[in-house]
Nanobody, 119 residues
């Protein structure tokens, strides 16, 4: 099982980035998939999530209207489109896959990708 994030980098305030999270070893459409981020000296926080069934989405208040999470089942990949980036969006972004049914629970993490918003 593996989650591999890509797409991070350095961007100016107001710019955009698109993160990708490619999964192997499990099917993303059967898992709740999420993006978290962790800034230096801060706790990891949930940024956005997409449910397994139906694909409903949720966002942190700080990114609503600017970030969009999506999923491509054919590519087994989850995306995070980030627009109107702010310096406070600077963090390491992690992809997470979570499955829970009855007594079974699985939780997978990627290695993270750095996003830096700076002029």
């Amino acid at each position: 099982v593996q989650l591999v994030e890509s797409g991070g980098g350095l961007v100016q305030p107001g710019g955009s980035l698109s993160l990708s999270c490619a999964a192997s070893g499990f099917t993303v459409s059967r898992y709740a998939m999420s993006w978290y981020r962790q800034a230096p000296g801060k706790e990891r926080e949930l940024v956005a999530s997409i449910s397994s069934a139906g694909g409903s989405t949720k966002y942190a208040d700080s990114v609503k209207g600017r970030f969009t999470i999506s999923r491509d089942n054919a590519k087994n990949t989850v995306y995070l489109q980030m627009n109107s980036l702010k310096p406070e969006d600077t963090a390491v972004y992690y992809c997470n896959g979570h499955y829970r049914f009855l007594s079974r629970e699985y939780d997978y993490w990627g290695q993270g990708t750095q996003v830096t918003v700076s002029s």
